[in-house]
């Protein structure tokens, strides 16, 4: 059976493009190594719009690509608008690449396994990897990304916007990959050091991942797109109490969320962390300085080859406790201290709101859109998906 014969048309994302922005998207696959990699591609069908290049959206520790899909009132997965991060920036021409790290369980259930027959799992269970590192991420994950975007798209140059650990991975690969491909980097709550508060909060993600995520032990296909029975169950619970009890204020500033934001980020946004990659995080955290994967001393050895080839730009949540603002300006005085204006605090904003918080269109999404649009290098080639054999948006 195709995949343009399976019943998922109410995908939001199949349906074809429509005014006034003309967004389309098609679902990926960099299948050239284990674990495979989900991929969402999303740009603007509109002719007249220019072509700004290519964008790699990496999502942050326990959640997956789809935070940047999702709007400050909640609204997600919808390409009618332009009010989220993703949809922002394919808006105005730039070609969006949404990353789904392997330890995405969430997105690979819901969205590969029932619907991309060329997926090893199709019509099967996909199961994060139990020993991935951030080692794994580093080496493998992110230079498969790279050289899926830049190679098999034919991207000459990618912008990374890398939120938490996507930013801590860009970090690492710079350091240990020189790469001319990667012509910027915007990094949101990125932390340059780790703290014993950011292990402490592995345990509790994972929890809320598992306890919000039950449904995906039900049989593949027991679960419709709309994920109707893990919505139900959060729907029964007043918006307030999700938002104002400890363990959001520990994440996030609960007065910069909306209420629904917060039902969206645990219905369809946060997953549970391997073992392994928490792991990797304790042991980072312990050898602190003399941590070779990952530490400031490793983000020095970037050299000025490289910093010259790279721009940055950089994001801090001021009430953000899991990147405390000192974490994220030690990243700018290691990297770019000679640029002060590529350094950024968001006010209100703690460390999830920083992204889908009531102000962070007009604190982090327009400046971000803003700063790539002017260190943007004018492409030529078609932003449409013109491989053969690829899946075009359906009627």
């Not at 509109?46 to 690509?65: H, Q, S, W, Y």
């Amino acid at each position: 059976m195709m995949r343009d014969e399976l019943p998922d048309k109410a995908l939001v994302d199949r349906h074809k493009p429509v005014p006034p922005f003309f967004l389309a998207a098609e679902d990926l696959l960099e299948n050239k190594g284990n674990p495979e990699i989900f991929i969402k591609r999303i740009w603007c069908t509109d002719e007249k719009v220019p072509n700004r290049g290519a964008v790699v959206m990496a999502p942050g520790l326990a959640t997956n690509a789809n935070i940047f899909r999702m709007d400050e009132r909640g609204d997600i997965l919808d390409l009618t608008h332009d009010r989220s991060f993703a949809n922002l920036l394919a808006s105005q021409g730039f070609t969006v690449y949404l990353y789904h790290p392997s330890y995405t369980e969430r997105v690979h259930n819901r969205y590969v396994c029932p619907y991309m027959p060329e997926s090893v799992h199709y019509c099967g269970t996909y199961q994060a990897p139990k020993h991935l590192s951030f080692d794994n991420m580093v080496n493998d994950e992110i230079l498969r990304v790279v050289h899926y975007v830049t190679e098999v798209w034919g991207e000459k140059e990618i912008s990374w916007v890398g939120y938490s650990l996507g930013g801590m991975l860009m970090y690492a690969y710079l350091s240990l990959h020189p790469d001319r491909r990667v012509k910027n980097v915007v990094t949101i709550g990125t932390p340059i050091t780790l703290n014993q508060i950011f292990i402490r909060a592995v345990p509790l993600l994972n929890w809320i991942s598992r306890e919000m995520g039950f449904e995906e032990s039900d049989p593949v296909g027991g679960v419709s797109s709309r994920f109707v029975p893990l919505s139900r169950a959060i729907g029964l619970i007043p918006g307030r109490v999700l938002r104002f009890n400890p363990i959001t204020a520990f994440l996030a500033n609960p007065w910069n969320l909306d209420d629904r934001v917060t039902k969206q980020i645990l219905s369809k946004v946060v997953e549970t962390i391997p073992p392994g990659l928490a792991k990797s995080f304790s042991k980072m955290i312990v050898r602190g300085l003399d941590c070779k994967m990952f530490s400031p001393n490793m983000v020095r050895e970037m050299n000025e080859k490289k910093k010259e080839k790279t721009n940055f730009l950089f994001f801090f949540g001021q009430y953000d406790l899991l990147a405390p603002p000192d974490t994220v300006i030690l990243a700018h005085e290691i990297i770019s201290p000679q640029i002060p204006d590529n350094l950024i605090g968001v006010p209100r904003a703690g460390h999830v709101d920083i992204m889908v918080g009531k102000n962070a269109r007009e604190d982090v999404w327009l400046p971000t859109l803003s700063w790539l649009k002017e260190k943007a290098t004018p492409q030529s080639a078609p932003r449409q998906s013109n491989r053969p054999g690829r899946l075009v948006p359906i009627d």
